[in-house]
């Protein structure tokens, strides 16, 4: 089930908090949603579950509206914060509630709390919780309905380096099942070493979208007059594209050669093509430093 995001701008006032946002989360892989705090990815993620209207574009889940879905739970399961539980009420009340709106067997909340490891306190008041096993009680509530979706909010808080690992196995066997998973953070190094596809953005717009290793190793910079030609015919074929000047461009994903042959494909004349190495988290920071007037990145979906 594909999460979509297209042409989505939201202003709060006058405030503009995303621009002009397209990309899309295909299903079977664990997608990772990055940028700096502030980037926009909470309100990208609150417009998809139907939290927040769009002032214009459409955020859809399997081609729907969030609104528009019969069985919302069943279809997609969402953890934004570890804030909204009653701190009186035990783990397992609360998802036995939740079970009863989302209309599954209760012996479902058996079957999650186990799945989250939360199985010996479910007993316990959630006031008792740790932030991390809060998330996890997150977690298990939006597992409740056996979604073909997750759309999770910085997930990995709280959690020790061993929850952090369960979290990580957790995510990719639930990819591998066929699931489509959004995971946002603003950790470049933790979304690193379980998503296979990453989505960046900045100031509300979009910067790059396409495979995790598109953004480290080999990065090839283009001086060309029709940079504009050069850019869409890259994006065409999948590549993240960068425009860092009116005449020069910043390709991920492809060897100098590679970019070189497509110019000459596409008959374009270069005026420069140079390559180098830069590590992924470098690869990161040019990108979530670009200017709010620079164009927005293209990759492979």
Known sequence: MELSVSGVTKVFGHVPAVRDLTFAVP????????????????????MLLGLVRPTSGAALIGGRRYVELTAP????????????????????????????????????????????????????RVGE????????????????????????????????PEGMAWLRQLLRDMATEGRTILVSSHVLSEVAQVADHVVIINHGR?????????????VVSV??????????????????VTSTGDTTLVVRGATAEEVGRIAVDERIVLSELTETNASLEAAFLDLVRATDGEPAAAGAR
């Open 206 to 218: 979009l910067r790059y979208a396409g495979p995790l290793r598109g953004l480290g190793g080999g």
């Open 73 to 124: 739970r069943r279809v997609v399961g969402a953890v934004l914060e570890a804030t909204g539980f009653h701190p009186g009420r035990r783990g397992l009340d609360h998802l036995r509630v939740l079970a009863q709106v989302t209309g599954v067997e209760r012996g479902r909340v058996d079957e999650v709390l186990e799945l989250v490891g939360l199985a010996a306190d479910g007993r316990r």
């Open 27 to 46: 299903s079977g892989r664990v997608t990772g949603f990055l940028g700096p705090n502030g980037a926009g990815k909470t309100t990208t993620l609150r």
């Open 223 to 240: 001086r060309v007059t029709e940079a504009d030609r050069l850019r869409d015919a890259l994006a065409a074929r999948g590549l993240g």
């Open 129 to 160: 919780y740790s932030l991390g096993m809060r998330q996890r009680l997150g977690l298990a509530a939006a597992l409740l309905g056996d979604p073909a979706a997750l759309v999770l909010d910085e997930p990995a808080n709280g959690l020790d």
